[in-house]
């Protein structure tokens, strides 16, 4: 299966099997992500395949692999980071492997190599008993007319992309010249201290999904004078 069809297919694996994965597989993984597009050119980021043993999760469950993220602290590196990853996501449940984005784990006693990367967020994978696909009637997602100005099927795959505890903080509002603004629903402080940081992670994701739907026409960029969107901060803009 393709990663555009796995957009329609995927979901959240939260049961695994302890073998990992052979050394082939792994090294197939690392060469997608190296190749991966990124979102914004100028962020340094980084990754490490880690196997249960290194990781603090207070998730009941374990998987066999977790892929730490590290990134430069620089504008939208959270975003960058949600674009690069999904695609990876996608990746590899498009090869029956399982996956699961977590907030709530960690390396333990990690250094990265630039200690100008500090750690963001972690992806469970392996090999699930289950059978990881689903039927798109299975997706809970909000209707297109709750996420953009205009029910536009173009935001089919943005609508289907997984976010932290399925909130699905994205908006789109149209141009008049077929581009797109993407916004992020503004949280009270408390939430924002908590889950502030996952939602720019999420709204990556949905532009990853965006761009594995339009890789030739895709274009993202950021707006000096963005509209302001009552209840939102502006995240970019993007051609597809
Ligand atoms: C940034 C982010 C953080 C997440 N953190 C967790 C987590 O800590 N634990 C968990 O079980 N699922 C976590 N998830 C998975 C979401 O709960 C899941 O994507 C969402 O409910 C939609 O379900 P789906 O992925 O099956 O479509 C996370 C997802 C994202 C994108």
């Known amino acids: 299966m393709n990663l555009e069809?796995?957009?329609?297919?995927?979901?959240?694996?939260?049961?695994?099997?302890?073998?990992?994965?052979?050394?082939?597989?792994?090294?197939?993984?690392?060469?997608?992500?190296?190749?991966?597009?990124?979102?914004?050119?100028?962020?340094?980021w980084s990754y490490d395949i880690l196997s249960t043993k290194n990781i603090r999760t207070i998730m009941r469950w374990k998987a066999p692999h977790y892929l730490v993220l590290f990134s430069e602290e620089k504008e939208n590196y959270y975003q960058n980071i949600g674009f690069i990853f999904q695609q990876v996501d996608l990746f590899l449940q498009s090869k029956e492997i399982g996956t699961c984005w977590i907030g709530m784990a960690s390396p333990k006693k990690y250094k990265n190599e630039d200690k100008n990367q500090k750690f963001i967020i972690t992806i469970a994978f392996g090999k699930s008993p289950n059978n990881i696909k689903r039927e798109i009637n299975q997706f809970k997602r909000k209707d297109l007319d709750e996420i953009s100005d205009k029910s536009d099927e173009k935001l089919v795959p943005a609508k289907l992309a997984p976010s932290a505890s399925n909130s699905q903080p994205w908006y789109f509002t149209h141009n008049d010249?077929?581009?797109?603004?993407l916004y992020r629903v503004k949280l009270g402080i408390i939430r924002n201290k908590f889950v502030g940081k996952w939602n720019k992670i999420d709204t990556g994701i949905a532009l990853a999904h965006l761009y594995v739907s339009n890789r030739d026409s895709f274009k993202f960029y950021k707006k000096d004078s963005p509209k302001e969107l009552k209840g939102y901060y502006y995240d970019g803009s993007f051609i597809i």
């Open 5 to 44: 069809d796995t957009i329609y297919k995927r979901q959240s694996i939260r049961l695994y099997d302890d073998t990992p994965l052979d050394n082939q597989t792994l090294n197939e993984i690392r060469n997608f992500i190296e190749n991966a597009k990124v979102l914004n050119p100028n962020i340094k």
């Open 177 to 181: 010249d077929g581009s797109y603004d």
